[in-house]
Protein backbone atom coordinates (compact mmCIF):
# COMPACT_ATOMS: atom_id res chain seq x y z
CA UNK A 1 0.00 0.00 0.00
CA UNK A 2 1.87 3.30 -1.08
CA UNK A 3 2.18 5.68 2.28
CA UNK A 4 2.53 9.71 1.84
CA UNK A 5 4.15 10.72 4.53
CA UNK A 6 4.67 14.69 5.59
CA UNK A 7 6.65 16.14 8.19
CA UNK A 8 6.18 18.83 9.84
CA UNK A 9 2.27 18.40 10.79
CA UNK A 10 2.32 21.74 12.05
CA UNK A 11 4.97 24.35 11.44
CA UNK A 12 4.62 28.15 13.19
CA UNK A 13 7.22 30.48 11.59
CA UNK A 14 8.22 34.11 11.83
CA UNK A 15 8.19 36.21 8.60
CA UNK A 16 11.56 36.41 7.20
CA UNK A 17 12.40 32.80 8.18
CA UNK A 18 13.28 29.92 5.78
CA UNK A 19 11.72 26.18 6.24
CA UNK A 20 11.53 23.45 4.46
CA UNK A 21 8.81 20.73 4.51
CA UNK A 22 8.95 17.18 3.64
CA UNK A 23 7.70 14.68 2.06
CA UNK A 24 8.41 10.73 1.79
CA UNK A 25 6.57 8.42 -0.19
CA UNK A 26 6.62 4.26 -0.17
CA UNK A 27 6.78 2.88 -3.50
CA UNK A 28 7.60 4.08 -7.30
CA UNK A 29 5.97 6.66 -8.58
CA UNK A 30 7.30 9.18 -11.12
CA UNK A 31 5.04 11.75 -10.54
CA UNK A 32 4.84 13.94 -7.76
CA UNK A 33 2.31 17.27 -6.57
CA UNK A 34 2.23 20.45 -4.66
CA UNK A 35 -0.83 21.75 -3.65
CA UNK A 36 -2.14 24.49 -1.17
CA UNK A 37 -5.08 24.86 0.70
CA UNK A 38 -7.01 27.75 2.10
CA UNK A 39 -9.11 27.38 5.10
CA UNK A 40 -12.51 26.79 3.61
CA UNK A 41 -11.03 26.39 0.30
CA UNK A 42 -9.96 24.19 -2.21
CA UNK A 43 -7.06 23.13 -3.63
CA UNK A 44 -4.25 25.13 -5.61
CA UNK A 45 -1.43 23.33 -7.43
CA UNK A 46 1.64 24.75 -6.64
CA UNK A 47 4.02 22.50 -8.36
CA UNK A 48 4.40 19.22 -10.67
CA UNK A 49 7.50 17.55 -10.65
CA UNK A 50 7.66 14.61 -12.96
CA UNK A 51 11.14 13.34 -12.60
CA UNK A 52 14.64 12.52 -10.57
CA UNK A 53 16.30 15.72 -9.82
CA UNK A 54 13.34 17.87 -10.97
CA UNK A 55 13.35 21.16 -9.36
CA UNK A 56 11.08 23.90 -10.10
CA UNK A 57 10.93 26.98 -8.22
CA UNK A 58 7.82 30.25 -8.12
CA UNK A 59 8.28 32.78 -5.75
CA UNK A 60 9.07 32.04 -2.38
CA UNK A 61 8.72 28.10 -2.78
CA UNK A 62 10.78 25.92 -4.35
CA UNK A 63 10.04 22.12 -4.79
CA UNK A 64 12.64 19.02 -5.53
CA UNK A 65 12.68 15.29 -5.74
CA UNK A 66 14.20 12.79 -5.36
CA UNK A 67 12.76 9.65 -6.81
CA UNK A 68 15.62 7.08 -5.72
CA UNK A 69 15.40 9.10 -2.33
CA UNK A 70 11.42 8.61 -2.77
CA UNK A 71 11.56 12.45 -1.11
CA UNK A 72 10.18 15.84 -2.23
CA UNK A 73 10.94 18.81 -0.33
CA UNK A 74 9.11 22.56 0.01
CA UNK A 75 11.39 24.84 0.64
CA UNK A 76 9.95 28.58 1.58
CA UNK A 77 12.21 31.40 1.80
CA UNK A 78 11.74 34.75 3.59
CA UNK A 79 8.63 33.50 4.57
CA UNK A 80 5.26 36.46 4.48
CA UNK A 81 1.92 35.95 6.32
CA UNK A 82 -0.01 35.47 3.01
CA UNK A 83 2.14 31.99 2.47
CA UNK A 84 0.05 30.85 5.63
CA UNK A 85 -2.09 27.58 4.50
CA UNK A 86 -1.94 24.02 4.12
CA UNK A 87 1.05 21.95 1.90
CA UNK A 88 -0.24 18.78 0.95
CA UNK A 89 1.59 16.82 -1.34
CA UNK A 90 0.61 13.75 -3.28
CA UNK A 91 1.63 10.54 -5.66
CA UNK A 92 -0.23 9.38 -8.18
CA UNK A 93 -0.59 5.44 -8.65
CA UNK A 94 -1.68 3.36 -11.17
CA UNK A 95 -0.18 5.48 -14.54
CA UNK A 96 -3.04 7.47 -14.94
CA UNK A 97 -2.50 11.43 -13.26
CA UNK A 98 -6.29 10.69 -12.00
CA UNK A 99 -5.48 9.06 -8.97
CA UNK A 100 -3.29 10.57 -6.18
CA UNK A 101 -2.53 9.49 -2.40
CA UNK A 102 -2.10 12.46 -0.56
CA UNK A 103 0.02 12.93 2.33
CA UNK A 104 -1.63 14.08 5.65
CA UNK A 105 -0.72 18.09 5.01
CA UNK A 106 1.43 20.59 6.62
CA UNK A 107 -0.25 23.39 8.40
CA UNK A 108 1.83 26.71 7.92
CA UNK A 109 1.40 29.76 9.95
CA UNK A 110 3.37 32.68 9.44
CA UNK A 111 3.48 35.25 12.33
CA UNK A 112 4.33 38.67 12.18
CA UNK B 1 -11.43 29.31 -19.45
CA UNK B 2 -14.07 28.46 -16.85
CA UNK B 3 -12.94 26.07 -13.36
CA UNK B 4 -14.25 23.37 -12.14
CA UNK B 5 -17.65 23.42 -10.86
CA UNK B 6 -19.67 21.66 -7.78
CA UNK B 7 -22.69 21.47 -7.18
CA UNK B 8 -24.25 21.81 -4.23
CA UNK B 9 -21.82 23.53 -2.72
CA UNK B 10 -23.90 22.51 0.80
CA UNK B 11 -25.20 19.94 1.54
CA UNK B 12 -27.52 18.48 5.28
CA UNK B 13 -28.87 15.01 4.97
CA UNK B 14 -30.19 12.35 7.83
CA UNK B 15 -28.61 8.95 8.20
CA UNK B 16 -30.30 6.63 5.40
CA UNK B 17 -30.63 8.93 2.95
CA UNK B 18 -29.07 9.18 -0.27
CA UNK B 19 -27.77 11.95 -1.96
CA UNK B 20 -25.60 12.67 -5.41
CA UNK B 21 -23.35 14.78 -6.12
CA UNK B 22 -22.17 16.69 -9.36
CA UNK B 23 -19.34 18.02 -10.65
CA UNK B 24 -18.76 19.61 -14.08
CA UNK B 25 -15.04 19.32 -15.73
CA UNK B 26 -12.83 22.25 -17.20
CA UNK B 27 -13.69 21.96 -21.09
CA UNK B 28 -12.16 19.55 -22.82
CA UNK B 29 -10.88 18.22 -19.56
CA UNK B 30 -12.00 14.43 -20.23
CA UNK B 31 -10.91 12.70 -16.66
CA UNK B 32 -12.64 13.87 -13.55
CA UNK B 33 -11.70 12.25 -10.26
CA UNK B 34 -13.72 12.11 -6.80
CA UNK B 35 -12.02 13.13 -3.35
CA UNK B 36 -13.12 12.71 0.30
CA UNK B 37 -11.48 15.17 2.63
CA UNK B 38 -12.05 15.13 6.84
CA UNK B 39 -10.04 16.20 9.27
CA UNK B 40 -9.57 12.69 10.61
CA UNK B 41 -8.45 11.16 7.07
CA UNK B 42 -7.40 13.79 5.21
CA UNK B 43 -7.88 13.55 1.42
CA UNK B 44 -8.83 10.09 0.18
CA UNK B 45 -9.50 9.34 -3.45
CA UNK B 46 -13.00 7.67 -4.35
CA UNK B 47 -12.61 6.91 -7.45
CA UNK B 48 -11.70 8.32 -11.33
CA UNK B 49 -13.35 8.17 -14.34
CA UNK B 50 -12.35 8.78 -17.93
CA UNK B 51 -14.68 9.02 -21.02
CA UNK B 52 -17.46 7.67 -19.00
CA UNK B 53 -15.57 4.42 -17.49
CA UNK B 54 -14.11 3.91 -14.21
CA UNK B 55 -10.89 4.05 -14.54
CA UNK B 56 -9.90 3.78 -11.21
CA UNK B 57 -11.41 3.04 -7.51
CA UNK B 58 -10.26 3.82 -3.94
CA UNK B 59 -11.35 1.64 -0.91
CA UNK B 60 -14.37 3.04 -0.23
CA UNK B 61 -18.08 0.93 0.20
CA UNK B 62 -20.47 -0.04 -1.98
CA UNK B 63 -22.20 2.67 -1.18
CA UNK B 64 -20.03 5.25 -2.64
CA UNK B 65 -20.78 5.43 -6.64
CA UNK B 66 -20.12 7.63 -9.40
CA UNK B 67 -20.65 7.65 -13.28
CA UNK B 68 -19.67 10.35 -16.01
CA UNK B 69 -22.13 11.38 -18.60
CA UNK B 70 -20.75 11.63 -22.62
CA UNK B 71 -20.27 15.60 -22.08
CA UNK B 72 -17.48 14.44 -19.39
CA UNK B 73 -19.82 15.79 -16.31
CA UNK B 74 -19.56 13.21 -13.51
CA UNK B 75 -21.99 12.93 -10.57
CA UNK B 76 -21.46 10.53 -7.80
CA UNK B 77 -23.86 8.90 -5.25
CA UNK B 78 -23.75 8.22 -2.01
CA UNK B 79 -26.64 6.17 -0.79
CA UNK B 80 -27.46 5.15 3.00
CA UNK B 81 -25.65 7.98 4.54
CA UNK B 82 -23.85 7.47 7.98
CA UNK B 83 -22.62 10.29 9.91
CA UNK B 84 -19.18 9.35 9.29
CA UNK B 85 -19.96 10.50 5.25
CA UNK B 86 -20.21 14.00 6.72
CA UNK B 87 -16.82 15.62 4.44
CA UNK B 88 -15.97 17.73 2.08
CA UNK B 89 -16.15 16.23 -1.05
CA UNK B 90 -13.97 17.73 -4.06
CA UNK B 91 -14.17 16.82 -7.68
CA UNK B 92 -11.02 17.13 -9.69
CA UNK B 93 -10.20 17.22 -13.85
CA UNK B 94 -7.10 16.98 -16.11
CA UNK B 95 -6.59 16.97 -19.62
CA UNK B 96 -4.58 13.67 -21.33
CA UNK B 97 -1.98 16.02 -22.83
CA UNK B 98 -0.60 18.94 -21.21
CA UNK B 99 0.52 19.87 -17.50
CA UNK B 100 -0.99 16.45 -15.75
CA UNK B 101 -1.67 18.76 -13.38
CA UNK B 102 -5.64 17.91 -12.09
CA UNK B 103 -7.88 21.14 -11.24
CA UNK B 104 -9.86 20.92 -8.49
CA UNK B 105 -13.21 22.13 -7.56
CA UNK B 106 -14.64 24.24 -4.95
CA UNK B 107 -16.03 21.29 -3.35
CA UNK B 108 -19.13 20.16 -1.57
CA UNK B 109 -19.60 20.07 1.61
CA UNK B 110 -21.60 17.17 3.38
CA UNK B 111 -22.99 17.15 6.38
CA UNK B 112 -25.09 14.32 7.71
CA UNK B 113 -27.17 14.71 10.63
Known amino acids: ELKVEQNPLFLSMQEGKNYTIYCNYS?????LYWYRQDPGKSLESLFVLLSNGAVKQEGRLMASLDTKARLSTLHITAAVHDLSATYFC????????????FGKGTKLSVKP | KAGVTQTPRYLIKTRGQQVTLSCSPI?????VSWYQQTPGQGLQFLFEYFSETQRNKGNFPGRFSGRQFSNSRSEMNVSTLELGDSALYLC????????????FGPGTRLLVL
Open chain 1, 90 to 101: AVDIGGSQGNLI
Open chain 2, 92 to 103: ASSSPRGALTQY
Open chain 1, 27 to 31: TTSDR
Open chain 2, 27 to 31: SGHRS
